[in-house]
T-cell receptor, first 114, second 112 residues
């Protein structure tokens, strides 16, 4: 089975712009979660989608949004980019929402905001 | 909110030596995930522990979950350069069933 894929792998944007990141989960996985990783804050949960519905949301401003499509693929969008949004954005997928499902991560998208 | 503290923060071991990394939770553990990350890359799933006292092994890596101590340990036997990386523990949030809270990570270097 193919793993979790994320595109693009690297991105450079300017402050004030917006960006869209894409994630394709492992086949058969219906839950997709997004995390932000920075040197200072570590890994922080952004949101989780299951069956096209947002099930959980972390403590991030409304500039961060996401969606999930009927094929379980997910996108996250960050509007009005700030320098502090520079980070590695990781997507993870699992079969379902229950805690006993293993969660697998993609390679990440490295976003640099200048 | 739940916090996970990993110790040590970093570790340098000689190739062939054993080592242990600990992950302690501030709240009740409902399960514990271990991941490995090469700098700037995605997380590689190592193991998931669900029940107190559970122990799992994969190749030379063994993880245990001690519910009473709210702690998990990751033990590597006869370390190799391929074991180098950042080890992260993650646990389901106390209020939810799926989102993970992560520790800050333990950086492991293996010297030849």
């Amino acid at each position: 089975k193919a793993g979790v894929t994320q595109t693009p792998r690297y991105l450079i944007k300017t402050r004030g712009q917006q960006v869209t990141l894409s994630c394709s989960p492992i086949s058969g996985h219906r839950s997709v979660s997004w995390y932000q990783q920075t040197p200072g804050q570590g890994l922080q949960f952004l949101f989780e989608y299951f069956s096209e519905t947002q099930r959980n949301k972390g403590n991030f401003p409304g500039r961060f949004s996401g969606r999930q499509f009927s094929n379980s693929r997910s996108e996250m969008n960050v509007s009005t980019l700030e320098l502090g949004d520079s980070a590695l954005y990781l997507c993870a997928s699992r079969q379902g929402l229950a805690v006993n499902y293993e969660q697998y991560f993609g390679p990440g998208t490295r976003l640099t905001v200048t | 909110s739940q916090e996970l503290e990993q110790s040590p923060q970093s570790l340098i071991v000689q190739e062939g030596k054993n080592l242990t990394i600990n992950c302690t939770s501030s709240k009740t553990l409902y399960g514990l995930y271990w991941y490995k990350q090469k700098y700037g890359e995605g997380l590689i799933f190592l193991m998931m522990l669900q029940k107190g006292g559970e122990e799992k092994s994969h190749e030379k890596i063994t993880a245990k979950l001690d519910e009473k101590k709210q702690q998990s340990s990751l033990h590597i036997t006869a370390s190799q350069p391929s074991h180098a990386g950042i080890y992260l523990c993650g646990a389901p949030s106390s209020s939810g069933y799926s989102t993970l809270t992560f520790g800050k990570g333990t950086m492991l270097l293996v010297s030849p």
